[in-house]
């Protein structure tokens, strides 16, 4: 995997500082599994994605859900363990971020996300 950053347009803040990206069948089953923790700004993009399960998982989430052309249009900002996210059919991936990230970052459905150099 690989990582990347992501700006949010409207505020121009990095939301995502380090952010893997899973796109292989491989990358995108295991995805957070394991992991007791994320530093602030760290996370996952997982492509394709509509839908994500916490099955697993020990630690609570903030989902964001994209569509093709970067903009926001979804965003659970506490997804517990062992819950299922609503399956949002216009989105074409999904972030992962730790919990409350939306709502520290400002970051609201709508919001258009670049990849930042």
Request: a neutral charge; one cysteine or more; charged letters at 15%.
């Amino acid at each position: 995997m690989h990582a990347v950053s992501l700006i949010n347009e409207r505020t121009g803040m990095v939301v995502g500082k380090t952010v893997w990206r899973a796109e292989t069948f491989w990358t995108r089953l295991k995805g957070l599994l394991g992991r007791k923790n994320l530093f602030q700004g760290e996370g996952l993009w997982i492509q394709p994605c509509k839908q994500v399960h916490m099955i697993g998982m020990s630690i609570p989430l903030s989902i964001w859900f994209l569509n093709e052309s970067g903009v926001i249009v979804g965003i659970i900002d506490h997804l517990i363990p062992g819950e299922i996210s609503p399956k949002y059919h216009q989105a074409a991936s999904v972030l992962e971020f730790n919990t409350g990230w939306a709502n520290q970052t400002g970051t609201v459905v709508g919001d258009v996300l670049h990849l930042f150099p």
